[in-house]
């Protein structure tokens, strides 16, 4: 009877501890940028300072942790409020399971606040989901002085085999070519995507989804050997294979390697994760397109990238509706902006930034022919993540272009 | 129950008031154990004949295609010989060193406990704890042993880095944590053996070795299948320390079975397909347990 | 029933009581001894412990030293890592949301546990051979095996992100080992016990209570230090059901701050060493009781 008590106790002391918070909202916001998590912080507090009664918490967590945490995450109770989303694919398993708010009703809201292109991202069938924050473009991103070191000319990464050379003659330099964060596998897919970009042009993937075995076909074969060229070379530095994403950062701010195909968020990364807390300083950094391939069907100015942004999850209170709006005014995104931390989706916010890196990066953007959300979100969990996969397998020479061909589409065809 | 003026009950009363008293002492242990326990594994049997994200309804049954899809899968091959080489190295290097440091350690002999208490110290870590230390041990960068190996006039090496050695730090990080363990149960079992064979066999002349050999081995038998079992069940459930050492990487060379069900089905939201590497783990942990008594009631009967 | 006959029943101390009770003359069953022997055992030693020692010092370094001077003692030591842990509240608030876990998954454990091994022990009913081995069948499945349903199944009870969602499905988890255990030392009592305690007219309960339990001490104790190390150390089972890190037992914790501070590595050797410092503090006071106790279950199991 004893343990009955106890158990019956044990129950209502866990409902009691679920209830207990109810007389203040508390809007619980969940993301992965770390660099812009003091900014994002910053706005919850002026927002928490204007707003009696409300509590909004913003907590970061890794990227990968929460990649892996989010399918769990969702089904708690106690989900949070308002997670991170890359949209694409991974959203849109999100919605059909149920776990993400409509909120087309305050779409005329949204629609003057944020640019068109980033917002509709988050609609699906005509709802929308959620809203864009933060564009980013995936980019070649150099130390100036390690290319001045091995002696080669920016302007030749224009071309494929001109990119080739450039590795060559930095390795021949002594000069590591290029950083990669290969454990977390991610950053190496961005070189699968965008050779696949460059190969196939703006309908490549729909082409794949749409036909049978499609992603068999032509562009994915020879994305993967042109991926296999690429590392024969051994352009990466050593122990690629078992370096994390931030602490590649560390190693491209150490100046390590001379070159990284990485996001812009990368840029202000390497300075924080560096040994010496600088790393190398924005006037030092240049910045080139993914280069053209010959034949391909896809354009210099196409650019990949992701439309970060935030949904709203299943019972989340309409007081997390209400931050949201604030947290994408441009009133709000000002400091972020004027950091010089991501590229904002909020119109107007492009006069506040003062960085002409990010200011080159959201010309680009804006400039942009064809904008790619990133692979391993765009084609869902499970797809996403066999992109991944494969691109680092390839690459370290463990798989053949063919076969990862095929372990695409099996996984496509498994979904 | 209890009325003490009662006259003293019958042997069928005792009976029947057992099985009252059992009605109130079995249940609540009866329905944690089965609510947790073997409906989870009922379970899992039926999730692994659909593919199910584990979010939308349960209607795409598939049949036995994720087990199809698990066999035919070469991460989930290199698992399953990951699991196997833990066995290898339980069976050639940590039983060996677990049973040479039981006996310089049976005896009392000086500094005895503190060696066994030194050499049971990691198993009390979490793995989780044990494969952080270790990978720094093994970086490329900071760790000891690459820089050892820099000092000697060697490049860095990235270890953790490496499909071909990355698992063979593992292995070498279970042999650390797990040999103090297994060396525990063989002192134990070394206190079981009779003191007056040793004093006989060496009235008789017989060397430390030969009394090794002759006596020693063959009365911890017990304790090495023990031994053996124990480092089987760990190994169908080794996972924390994957986790916290390499990730299941290089090129998902360093995955264990549990640490593949975990990534390839709750990482990619396949509960389904994660349910069937589930059930054949569970078959294989029955084969084990099975084989085990088997084992243990064949040479009780020799 | 005198005082002198329960001692007599005590159970005795078993072959697994690991301190040396008694004393055998050297060199009989070592095949080495003197000089040789003891340099063998400090390799070992050394080989355990660098490993302990270069996390517990690398704590006290900058960075960049752990670099420039791996293997000497830090040239200045940075009590500021340390300190800097030991003042937040991330700390302490994971050692004591794993001690809660802990602690409460091993009152349970006892609570559940102990009057069904008594029942196994001492009662006879219908389908007892029957419920015992499926108690035991419980023995060898870790929850590994089934942790995507278990994870349904924490969820369908409204138990994500709750400690309870660890603490329940531990219990039962330790139901098996931890019955076995106690059923086995129950029925060491004497049957005259139990029979002349029944006559006299104690009920099963009052002798479960007053006499069983208090005679089995050694077993509570194995138990609840099994039960306790495997709980304190869980990380997959937290992994799946804890979501808010405010809840985090340490092992996540550990994992979290490793992610966060990815290149920091001073800092991530100094969180480690003040994590596991709570459980080695345990195991060198109370090393015999923990010693024998997980080699005695594990034995007995």
Known sequence: MLVKALSGLAVAFAMSLASAQAADVTVRMLHVNETGDPYWKKIAEDYNATHKGVKVIVDYMENEAYKAKLPTLLQSEDRPDIIYSWAGGVMRAQIEAGYIQDITAHKAEFDQVIYPAPLGAYEVDGKLYGVSVQLSEVLLIYNKALLAKAGVDPAQMKTWDGFLDVLKKTKGAGVTPLIMGGADKWPMHFFYSYLLMRLGGPDVLTTAETTEGGFKAQPFVDAGAKLKELAALEPFQDGWLGTKYLPSQGQFGDGKGMMALQLNGFIPGQQKNATDGKGIPNDQIGLAPFPELPGGKGKITDTLGGVQGFLLTKDAPPEALDFLKYFVSAEAQKASAEAGVYVPATKGTDAFIKNPLVAEIARAISNSTWHQNFLDQDLGPSVGRVVNDVSVAIAAGDMTPEDGAQQIQDAWDQR | MADTTAPPQSQASYVRSGGLTALIFLPPALTLFTVFVILPIGEAGWYGFYNWNGLAALDNFVGLENYRQLLANKTFHQAFINNLLIIAVSLAVQLPLALGMAVLLADRLIGSTAFRMLFFLPYILADVAAGLIWRFMFDGDYGLISQTWQALGGDPLYILADRHWAYAAVLTVIVWKYFGFHMMLYIAGLQNIDRNLYEAASIDGASPWQRFRFITLPGLKPMIKLSVFFSLLGSLQFFDMIVSLTGGGPLNSSHTMVSFLYYFGIGRMRIGFGSAVGVLLFILCATVAFGYKRWLMRDDND | ?301
């Open chain 3, 1 to 301: 029933m005198t005082e002198t006959a329960l001692q007599a029943h005590r159970p005795r101390k078993g072959p697994l009581a690991l301190p040396n009770s008694d004393v055998v003359p050297a060199s009989l069953t070592a095949p080495l001894t003197g000089l040789p022997r003891f340099l063998i055992l400090c390799f070992v030693a050394a080989l355990v412990m660098v490993p302990l020692l270069a996390t517990a010092l690398g704590g006290f370094k900058e960075l960049g030293e752990l670099r420039t001077n791996p293997f000497g003692l830090p040239k200045v030591w940075q009590w500021e890592n340390y300190r800097g842990i030991l003042a937040s509240a991330r700390y302490w608030r994971i050692l004591g949301n794993s001690l809660f876990i802990s602690a409460v998954t091993v009152a349970l454990t006892l609570a559940v546990a102990a009057p069904a091994a008594f029942a196994f022990a001492h009662l006879r009913f219908f389908g007892q051979r029957f419920l015992f081995n499926y108690f035991i069948l419980g023995l060898t499945f870790p929850f590994a095996t089934a942790i995507l349903p278990l994870f349904i199944k924490v969820r369908d009870l409204g138990l994500l992100d709750t400690h309870w969602g660890i603490i329940l499905p531990q219990v039962a988890f330790s139901q098996a080992l931890s019955i076995l255990l106690m059923r086995n030392a129950f029925r060491q009592l004497p049957a005259e016990l139990l029979d002349a305690a029944l006559v006299d007219g104690c009920g099963y309960m009052r002798f479960f209570l007053w006499i069983t339990l208090p005679l089995s001490r050694p077993i509570l104790a194995t138990v609840a230090v099994i039960t306790f190390v495997v709980s304190w150390n869980n990380f997959l089972l937290p992994l799946v059901v804890i979501n808010t890190n405010a809840k985090y037992p340490w092992t996540l914790g550990l994992m979290d701050y490793q992610g966060e501070f990815i290149v920091a590595w001073q800092l991530i050797l100094a969180f480690i060493t003040l994590t596991i410092l709570p459980a080695v503090m345990m195991f060198v006071l109370a090393q015999r009781y923990i010693v024998s106790g997980l080699t005695a279950g594990a034995v007995k199991g």
